[in-house]
């Protein structure tokens, strides 16, 4: 059963439009919601996170979005770059120092 | 460079076998995570330590076993192998244990033959 699910497996967007990744969960309990991203070859690395005391997270081109009562989060991606290009992953916790449960992950193509 | 190494990047064996994953944290991180991400799954969280100590359990597998030692490297044991086994392995390392300042290795592809 899938608590963390993302719902697009890939999502191709022009160079200097938006990119929406979006986001579903299962699980009441989850507090703390992350996205990473990941180039081929490579680990995944943080992009950046939201509690769920908030319902907006923005960081330079990045920005989150949480909708509890529908279970939901997005990612924004403003303007979207070629360097965008990669897989993005969706992950939950329940907790700071508890361990995070990952969705499949949405492959996201900017193409210039 | 996130500054988490792992070795070997890649491993074929056979069914049946035993391998052994290695990981080395960044300097001075106490906690290591390992993950599992075959084809159709995202990433799994398979086990947690922190200063040699098991912290969270995840879906591990009886047949998987892993361990941290003085020097704060890690080391996952997967035995009895399965085709289904195969996935790229990755570790994780941060300083706290908080999950938000995890750094990932590249990662080991593991292939089951």
């Known amino acids: 059963d899938q608590q963390v699910k993302q719902n697009s497996p890939s999502l191709s967007v022009q160079e200097g439009r938006i990119s929406i990744l979006n986001c579903d969960y299962t699980?009441?309990?989850?507090?703390?919601f992350l996205w990473y991203k990941k180039y081929p070859a490579e680990g995944p690395t943080f992009l950046i996170s939201?509690?769920?005391?908030?319902d907006k997270n923005e960081d330079g081109r990045f920005t989150v979005f949480l909708n509890k009562s529908a279970k939901h989060l997005s990612l924004h991606i403003v303007p979207s770059q070629p360097g965008d290009s990669a897989v993005y992953f969706c992950?939950?916790?329940?907790?700071?120092?508890?361990?995070?449960?990952f969705g499949k992950g949405t492959r996201l193509s900017v193409i210039a | 460079d996130s500054g988490v190494t792992q070795t070997p990047k890649h491993l074929i064996t056979a069914t049946g076998q035993r391998v052994t994953l290695r990981c080395s944290p960044r300097?001075?991180?106490?906690?290591v995570y390992w993950y599992q991400q075959s084809l159709d799954q995202g990433l799994q969280f398979l086990i947690q330590?922190?200063?040699?100590?098991?912290?969270a359990k995840g879906n591990i597998l009886e047949r998987f076993s892993a361990q941290q030692f003085p020097d704060l490297h890690s080391e996952l044991n997967l035995s009895s192998l399965e085709l289904g086994d195969s996935a790229l392995y990755f570790c994780?390392?941060?300083?706290?244990?908080?999950?938000?300042?995890?750094?990932f290795g590249p990662g080991t592809r593991l292939t089951v033959l």
């Open positions: 994780a390392s941060s300083s706290s244990g908080r999950i938000d300042e995890q750094f």
């Open positions: 699980n009441s309990m989850f507090d703390y």
């Open positions: 939201i509690s769920s005391i908030k």
């Open positions: 992950a939950a916790s329940e907790g700071r120092n508890t361990p995070l449960v």
């Open positions: 300097s001075g991180d106490l906690s």
């Open positions: 330590y922190y200063n040699g100590e098991e912290r």
